[in-house]
């Protein structure tokens, strides 16, 4: 919502599995990826997204994980979040991603 409320297009999905079948229509600017879903994790995800789509978009790593960083380098993530952050912090990762001003 927050995002929304910046005016960015936000999609959601409720795993790996269905964002990889939505992505098929589209090219985001950005994936911001949770590590722990169900059906199809972060890990699957990234390795079949990678697999399937060009050109690459960043990827930001949302985890809860102890380690985000490791889990962010695992993939070869853009960037990392760990949860919980800051909506700020979410904000301005985005915008430097992006290169686009809030």
């Not at 409320?5 to 994936?31: I, K, N, R, S």
């Not at 960037?79 to 992006?98: M, S």
């Given at each position: ?22 992505m098929a229509g ?58 919980p952050f800051e ?16």
């Amino acid at each position: 919502m927050a995002l929304s409320d910046h005016g960015y297009q936000v999609a959601t999905a409720p795993d790996g599995a269905v964002a990889l079948e939505m992505m098929a229509g589209f090219q985001p600017d950005l994936v911001l990826l949770d590590m722990r879903m169900p059906a199809m994790d972060g890990w699957s995800f990234s390795s079949a997204y990678r697999k399937t789509r060009s050109p690459r978009v960043p990827i930001v790593v949302l985890t809860a994980a102890r380690d985000a960083g490791a889990s962010a380098a695992e993939i070869q993530a853009d960037g990392f979040l760990a949860k919980p952050f800051e909506l700020q912090d979410l904000l301005a990762l985005v915008e430097r991603l992006l290169g686009k001003p809030l």
